[in-house]
């Protein structure tokens, strides 16, 4: 075996030899578990979209991070996406429907709400600053974020497209809209024209 070594005769060298080829072999378990734990079989069969783990999960390509929240993919999921306190859950098939950038931009919407609460316009805000400072997302970018919600009429908790859309591009732009945790969407705003 390659861990045997010759016997010196000093049985204190020995002995330590014998304890760290033990914390050796015990240490390549481990990292060998570890590894393993990584390769979860949603990995090899939708290479595409995975949650390998805990906390992040491969969307059109790229690992995608969110401490503190458990990403799920679920094919029961109403929407492309939401968030409850310490989990993100994620339709796969409706996700595959967006240009990558808007996956990853889903993605990061729905882990802002682990930071920034329920505030729709503040989710967005977040995820795109937060794409910005990564070095991923460009005005063009966010342009076709936007294009995939451009119709959408809003709701009680969303700004209806273009109002979203514009909310996006000052936050690209560092002129983020004043906002509060909590609030439907851009602060001074009657909830009609949240919508």
């Known amino acids: 075996m390659f861990f045997d070594r010759e016997e010196s005769?000093?049985?204190?060298?020995?002995g330590v030899w014998r304890v760290g080829r033990a914390?050796?072999?015990?240490?390549l378990i481990l990292v060998g578990l570890m590894w393993a734990?990584?390769?979860a079989p949603s990995d090899?069969?939708?290479?595409?979209?995975?949650?390998?783990?805990?906390?992040?999960?491969?969307i059109g390509g790229y690992r995608m991070q969110c401490p503190g929240a458990r990403v799920r993919f679920s094919r029961h999921s109403p929407g492309v996406g939401f968030a409850v306190r310490g989990e993100i859950v994620f339709n796969r098939k409706l996700m595959r429907r967006y240009p990558v950038v808007t996956q990853r931009m889903i993605f990061l919407h729905e882990c802002a709400h682990q930071y920034v609460g329920r505030n729709e316009t503040a989710a967005d805000c977040w995820a795109?600053?937060?794409a910005k400072s990564q070095g991923w997302l460009s005005e063009r970018g966010v342009h076709t974020v936007c294009r995939s919600f451009a119709g959408?009429?809003?709701s009680r908790t969303h700004l209806a497209g273009p109002q979203r859309c514009a909310a996006m591009l000052r936050c690209f732009r560092g002129r983020a809209p004043a906002l509060t945790a909590g609030s439907g969407g851009i602060v001074g705003t009657t909830r009609r024209d949240a919508r």
């Open 9 to 14: 005769g000093n049985e204190t060298e020995v």
């Open 23 to 27: 914390f050796g072999m015990a240490l």
């Open 37 to 39: 734990s990584t390769v």
């Open 44 to 58: 090899k069969r939708e290479g595409f979209f995975s949650s390998a783990f805990a906390g992040s999960a491969v």
């Open 128 to 130: 795109i600053r937060t």
């Open 152 to 154: 959408s009429n809003g």
